[in-house]
């Protein structure tokens, strides 16, 4: 493995739990059932077990992250090292401004700008693994606010205790993402150093992935959870229920989900919006990801080609 390809893996893998992990513990953290940091320590722990325990026994997404893009030998590091500089970059920059982005949709738009960057058009670029991944993250929207809203009917004056149940949706919330995006930078990591055992490469991601989530997100967390809308614990479970419903689904069909865009999603579903100009603002942020996540790797890469 290229020591600095490997390092902007880790960096992206950190980032990720930085980020997006938070998303998980969102609204257990904004209805109370859970106070910030005890809901990142149980996200660090449970995005660790999510990440080992499919990758093992069900590592297909992973495999169709593999096949997204096609790099000829001799550029593939250089490439690869602008796509992992992008997704840094960018999950940066929305944290910054408190903003949950895709960081699936990041990857996907640096691959495949990285990929045009090398003068190989759209022969480069599997379309059926390319066609797969865009399809799951499309879908991730209006699956997670169906499903939470089919949740909230099902559950509405149901369910006792639901602060209770919350608590076990957060942990298996962080577990799925561990799945869905866990899976997808291990597959950065089989790309760069593909000679390098399975086993170790999981137990390093799921590891660096469980320290991102640690050290928090909290401005994601506020504006998911509190600042999107008033959520009741009832309505905080079945959004909980709703995304965790649409990222099982996916990981079992090898589908790479946004995990953010099912989240957020499935909260517009559960609850009633309280600050549209937030959702605006989530939006406006998402519609951006593809073209400056392409624009930036294929900056990039022409800068480290040259």
């Known amino acids: ?69 096609a790099f000829p030998d001799a550029a593939a590091d250089g490439a690869l090292q602008a796509s992992l500089l992008t997704i840094v970059l960018w999950a940066v920059l929305a944290w910054r401004f408190g903003i949950p982005t895709s960081e699936s949709h990041a990857m996907l738009a640096a691959l495949s700008g990285a990929t045009l960057a090398m003068g190989q058009k759209l022969d480069g670029i599997r379309m059926a693994a390319w066609g797969k ?20 009917c099902l559950t509405q004056g149901r369910v006792q205790n639901p602060v209770r149940w919350q608590v076990l949706s957060a942990g298996v919330m962080a577990f799925l993402h561990g799945a869905q995006d866990g899976q997808k930078f291990l597959a950065l990591l089989l790309l760069c150093a593909p000679h390098c055992g399975r086993l170790p490469l999981i137990l390093l991601t799921a590891a660096v992935m469980g320290v991102g989530t640690a050290c928090g997100g909290k401005p994601i967390v506020e504006k998911v959870g509190t600042d999107l809308a008033h959520l009741s614990p009832a309505e905080g479970l079945s959004a909980d229920l709703g995304a965790g419903l649409v990222l099982l689904v996916c990981s079992l069909l090898g589908l790479p989900v946004s995990t953010t865009h099912a989240r957020v999603a499935a909260v517009c579903g559960a609850g009633h919006i309280s600050n ?31």
């Open 1 to 69: 493995m290229q020591f600095w390809t490997g390092m902007l893996v880790l960096a992206v893998i950190f980032v990720n739990g930085w980020t997006d992990a938070p998303n998980a513990i969102a609204t257990a953290v904004g209805t109370g059932a859970l106070p910030f940091r005890r809901a990142a320590s149980m996200a660090a722990v449970c995005n660790v077990l999510g990440t080992a325990a499919t990758s093992l026994l069900c590592p297909w997404v992973a495999a169709t992250i593999e096949e997204l893009a």
């Open 133 to 152: 991944t865009l399809a799951g993250l499309t879908l991730s929207i209006p699956a997670g606010m169906a499903a939470a809203l089919l949740f909230r």
């Open 276 to 306: 549209a100009p937030v959702l605006g603002e989530m939006a406006g942020a998402w519609l951006l990801t593809f073209p400056c996540c392409a624009v930036l790797a294929w900056v990039f890469t022409r800068l480290m080609l040259f």
